[in-house]
């Protein structure tokens, strides 16, 4: 199955309990129809919005907050997640990325001499459009949050 970008969107309420009582994630997977994923595109999409391939350094102050998340609830498992404003600036932000320059930014050499995740050695023209179609699913789910004033939770899972 490999690891898949996921995200679920919650109230400003739910998210304060949540930070409250991190152990309390579980319960809100169990309501599926909340979550979406970009499917193995994280870390290449990653790369197209950040211009990084590291992940050992995840910079958490620009557009690799809509990847990654912002503030880390869980660093054993990675859950981060961005509250009702961060979720409406990045999704503003996100509207006005061309697909013109994501493509411009696909740049097969480095992402295969970096291994990004899943296509170790294997991006080519496929997969860019591959990329393109989760960006448009990415796109989505943080305009839905946006427009409902939620916050998100992301995590590779």
């Known amino acids: 199955m490999g690891m898949v970008g996921a995200y679920m969107r919650l109230s400003a309420e739910e998210l304060t309990a949540l930070l409250q009582e991190p152990d309390d994630f579980e ?10 994923d970009i499917d193995k595109a994280w870390h ?6 950040t211009g990084e391939t590291d992940l050992d350094e995840i910079d958490r102050h620009s557009l690799g907050k809509v990847v990654f998340g912002g ?4 660093e054993e498992t990675g859950i981060a997640y961005l509250t009702p404003s961060e ?7 996100l509207q006005y990325i061309e697909v013109e320059s994501l493509e411009a930014r696909y740049d097969v050499t480095t992402m295969n001499a970096h291994q990004l995740y899943p296509f170790e050695n294997e991006w080519g023209v496929e ?3 591959y990329l393109l179609e989760q960006f448009d699913e990415l796109k989505r789910v943080f305009k839905q949050a946006a427009d409902e004033s939620e916050a ?3 995590w590779i899972g």
């Open 27 to 36: 319960e809100f997977l169990e309501d599926e129809a909340r979550q979406t």
């Open 44 to 49: 290449g999409l990653y790369f197209l919005l």
């Open 71 to 74: 503030d880390v609830l869980d």
């Open 87 to 93: 979720v409406a600036d990045l999704s503003s932000r």
């Open 127 to 129: 997969e860019k459009q």
């Open 152 to 154: 998100l939770v992301t």
